[in-house]
């Protein structure tokens, strides 16, 4: 008789991440979990205390790859913070039910804007901006969360409803985000 396969912590977090993508976090469950892996509920309930910290540790991944996501660079653009904002609205529109769980749960409860929006959440894109803007950290901060903010919501309005995805109306808005608050720094009115 060959040996039963032994399922691992990993492989459990990869099946909710999966689930996530496919159908939505709030479909994450003991149930659907153990059917993608294709075994019991005990492997999932016996690394887990709860299912919460299954969808905990799922939203961690998906929180991982919307970071590799964006800052996956190819030049389509004329800098490079451009793409990483067209990136995240273009994640939206393609990866829809991982965009809900990172942004539109409650994953962030009790966090303020400020707190959430610093280089250990978004580092690689602070070092981006601080390189295409010639800023220092906190001028790269200001700028990035000023562009953040409009990326955020042009990426929502797209994630959660049936509109349809005007890549060049995009460019021309974060354009103006990032030139608005160039302008700003430079006038030191957004320090």
Excluded at 4 to 33: C, L, Y
Excluded at 46 to 71: C, L, N, P, Q
Excluded at 170 to 179: D, E, G, H, P, V
Aim: net charge neutral.
């Amino acid at each position: 008789m060959p040996a039963i396969a032994k399922v691992t912590k990993e492989m459990i977090i990869d099946a909710a991440f999966e689930i996530a993508k496919e159908m939505g976090a709030e479909n994450i469950n003991a149930r659907t979990v153990s059917q993608k892996l294709g075994c019991s509920t005990q492997p999932v309930l016996y690394h887990f205390k709860t299912i919460e910290d299954v969808r905990i540790a799922a939203h961690k991944k998906a929180g991982e790859f919307h970071i590799s996501y964006v800052t996956n660079i190819s030049g389509k653009y004329e800098r490079p913070m451009l793409e990483v904002g067209m990136r995240h609205i273009q994640f939206a529109v393609e990866e829809k039910n991982l965009f809900r769980f990172l942004f539109h749960s409650n994953y962030y409860t009790g966090v303020s804007l400020s707190d959430w929006l610093t280089r250990e959440n978004f580092g690689s894109l602070f070092s981006i901006l601080e390189r295409q803007a010639k800023v220092d950290e906190r001028k790269a901060y200001n700028i990035f969360s000023q562009i953040f903010l409009v990326t955020h919501g042009i990426a929502s309005l797209l994630a959660n409803n049936a509109m349809v995805y005007d890549e060049a109306y995009c460019i021309k808005t974060l354009s103006n985000a990032y030139f608005g608050a160039m302008h700003l720094i430079e006038e030191g009115s957004l320090l």
